[in-house]
């Protein structure tokens, strides 16, 4: 039952911005909010089995709002005292996954009751940015420190246990895993780098090659659809760029803000790319030809 109303509830979700935006075409932004509905440091974003999008940052620092079928908007939770958050993961169905800066936590929240718990925490970290998570749970997790021009990666698995996997990066922030489970993908954002790392049994990574170099603008959030193609937030220069898995450009989506933090996918099939804008403290989105990697995770979940 829950599938059925899953996808009764994404196919309203479609039809409504459809019929708003007049948008089918493939790769062409739109508004699904207003400016100023979040902060300028809206990030994120995860959208769940019911069709709802999570964002960081709404109206005031510190909290997550979320964005539903119907398009309207409101505060999900306050985060705990001091706690920011920055990227966000669904697990399972029923499960978000927060990044706290902050505070070096990996924040779980429970989304039917919004009772929020603190599964991992290490001071050693600079600052949690972005999140990846496998179908097993095995979390990854990018870790810049701005200042210095550096930065990790680091693994945790659900007994909050972490593994310390790259030190001496530049400055770390998208991360994502490929659609196999086979290849982690992570970002330098101040370098332009794409590096790409096959995974090993155990989750720890190995053979660290460059999949992509940017001569210009920065990279935030990616994610990956089910065929592989990489989809990164080129911060600075309004766009999302999406590579193929040999790291040719594709398409690059330009949008109507300079400064896209993050992507998600969601929709009826699974085809709807939302973006959270930054600059705008909005959020946009475009159709694309493959559904994401969440949705086959989401279906595997259930």
Known sequence: MRKIGYALLASLVMGFYINVTGQKTNYESF???????????AEGPAVDADGVLYAVNYKHKGTIGLVKPDGTHE???????????????????DRLLIADYTNHNILQINIPD??????????????????????????????????????????????????????????????E?????????VNESNQGNVWIYDILEDGTIANKQLFKKFE????????????????????????????????????????????????AFGGTD???????????????????EFPGRSSSLIELWY
């Open 270 to 288: 699974g085809k709807m790319v939302y973006v959270t804008v930054a600059d705008r403290g909005a959020i946009e989105a475009f159709r694309t």
């Open 75 to 93: 505060l999900f939770v306050n985060l705990p005292e001091g706690s920011v958050g920055n990227g966000i993961r669904l697990w399972k169905h």
């Open 114 to 175: 919004k009772t929020i718990r603190v599964m991992a925490h290490n001071d050693s970290m600079s600052q949690p940015n972005d999140l990846a998570i496998t179908s097993a749970g095995m979390i990854y997790v990018s870790d810049p420190d701005w200042e210095n021009n550096t930065g990790k990666v680091w693994m945790i698995d659900q007994q909050g246990k972490f593994t310390l996997l790259e030190t001496d990066m530049g400055t770390t922030n998208g991360i």
């Open 177 to 185: 895993v490929s659609p196999d489970e086979n290849r982690l993908y």
């Open 31 to 41: 508004d699904i909010t207003p400016d100023s509905v979040f902060l300028p440091w």
């Open 216 to 263: 210009d603008f920065g990279m935030d959030g990616m994610r990956c659809d089910i065929k592989g193609n990489l989809y990164i937030s080129r911060i600075g220069k309004g766009t999302i760029a999406i590579l193929s898995p040999d790291g040719k450009l594709l398409h690059e989506v330009v949008l109507k803000g300079d400064k896209p933090s993050n992507v």
